[in-house]
């Protein structure tokens, strides 16, 4: 299209709803986020859309651009527009609140699910643990930890779109973070909440989750670390 | 048209994994059930194999060798995932594994010859 | 921790898999040079408990390794949940069990 317009189509409802087509000015280094911004300042007051730091730190504004999940505020629209069209929805596999707005509440209860919290083995009064950076674990805990939890690896997860019980990447990821921790408490514990229907065992290695993670992050190395943890422990009767 | 999110090297080899899986699960009794032939005589398996002399039925096999193949490399390529250390030459094993079946393709035929 | 349990079997299955369909492969690419006849199969597997062994053993992993696999396609695709998706894989698995063991006695037991 080169009148200087882009077609945009915009999710618009909740589950059940429909595409509606807006005709946005393509500036230069327009990224998605000012898209949507524009259609909600100049054509549609009641687009209801997610954003918080506007400088892709924040994770805030993830959305599925032309069947990507992505930070909208870092992606330029030259990078995605295909025949002068850009298609806008709200994250796969989350239900939705409003228009392109997802609702995160299961990803942060499967979060839970994987026990993706840290069981303290210590109190204030004991002397701090030693621990290297330089240690195996200790650096495979640090290749996870940067996670915001923006929902891009889940929304790009098939097995999760297919599988309800699969607790996605984000969540798993988080676990493995844990398990190379050497201060948390309950290693056992935890393996065995990954080792669950819907835990670590359901990844079938697509990597769609490295493909899209928008911080650099490789879940399906460390979910790979987790199977061979919980396969060890199932081999030596440490599992059930 | 395929979904933006599966527009990646891992996908495709994930799908090529599980459907050449499907279908040499499904023609897996009906190959048991032909060698059983041998039970009743050998002149039973005998006009079993001379069936499959059909030109369409030789495609047929060397399909099933390609699939067979393929299932094979694209499964290595998960278990190094899986069990060996990480590397991200991951897109590498796929060729390889491709690659792989296509010259086991190649070599059913000219062995047919 | 039957997904774990799965998982080990699936794996298991496929490590053992992987030389036999290669010495599989290898069998039938060179014993369809000059065309095949089943007196040509059966005079080479009749009574060798060498053939016994590697096909029984093929069939044993097969017959763990497919079931697995398509349960999960079944889970996957056709949301199939629950008990009678477990009971259909373990069918499966028998049917490929017996039907594989049978075959590998039509070709090494069955006097000719």
Not at chain 1, 217 to 223: A, M
Not at chain 2, 64 to 80: M, S, W
């Amino acid at each position: 299209m080169n009148d200087g317009t882009l077609t945009v189509e915009i999710w618009r409802g909740k589950d059940e709803g429909r595409f509606e087509t807006y005709r946005v000015p393509h500036r230069e280094s327009q990224t998605i986020l000012d898209v949507v911004t524009w259609v909600q300042r100049n054509a549609e007051p009641a687009l209801a859309y997610r954003f918080a730091c506007r400088v892709g730190m924040c994770g805030s504004c993830a959305m599925t651009v032309n069947g990507k999940p992505r930070w909208t505020c870092r992606t330029h629209v030259s990078k995605v527009v295909s025949s002068g069209v850009v298609r806008i929805e709200p994250l796969r596999s989350l239900p939705r609140i409003k228009d392109l707005v997802a609702d995160l509440t299961p990803f942060f209860e499967k979060w839970r699910t994987a026990r993706g919290r840290f069981e303290p083995s210590a109190t204030r009064a004991d002397p701090m643990a030693p621990i290297s950076p330089e240690s195996p674990k200790r650096k495979a805990a640090d290749a996870g930890i940067e996670c915001i939890n923006c929902a891009v690896c889940y929304s790009a997860c098939d097995v999760v779109a297919w599988n309800p019980d699969y607790v996605g990447p984000a969540a798993l990821n988080r676990a493995w973070t844990l398990v190379n921790d050497e201060r948390d408490n309950d290693r056992a514990g935890l393996l065995r909440a990954v080792s669950e229907a819907g835990g670590c065992h359901a990844c079938h290695t697509h990597g769609s989750c490295v493909e899209h993670c928008p911080v650099g992050l490789n879940p399906t190395e460390g979910i790979a670390g987790l199977k061979r943890m919980t396969l060890s422990a199932l081999l030596k009767g440490a599992l059930s | 048209m395929i979904r933006g999110s599966r527009r990646h090297p891992g996908f495709l080899a994930a799908m090529a994994h599980r459907i050449s899986g499907l279908l040499l699960a499904l023609f897996l009794p009906a190959h048991f059930l032909v060698l059983g032939l041998a039970i009743e005589s050998e002149a039973a398996l005998e006009g079993a194999i001379r069936w499959t002399d059909q030109p369409l039925v030789k495609v047929g096999e060397w399909g099933l060798v390609v699939l067979l193949t393929l299932h094979l490399g694209l499964g290595l390529r998960v278990l190094a995932l899986e069990f060996l250390p990480w590397r991200d030459s991951r897109k590498t094993l796929i060729g390889v594994g491709v690659a792989a079946s296509l010259l086991v393709g190649l070599l059913f035929i000219h062995n047919l010859g | 921790m039957i997904e774990a349990r799965l998982y080990l079997l699936q794996r298991g299955s496929a490590m053992v898999l992987g030389p036999l369909v290669i010495i599989h492969l290898g069998l039938i690419l060179y014993a369809i040079q000059g065309g095949l006849s089943a007196a040509e199969i059966l005079e080479r597997t009749r009574g060798s408990i060498a053939w016994a062994v590697f096909y029984g053993a093929f069939v044993l992993a097969a017959a763990v390794h497919a079931p697995i696999g398509l349960r999960n396609l079944a889970r996957e695709w056709l949301a199939w949940r629950g008990r009678s998706l477990d009971y259909a894989t373990l069918g499966f698995g028998l049917i490929l069990l017996v039907l594989g063991l049978r075959a590998v006695w039509a070709v090494v037991g069955v006097a000719p």
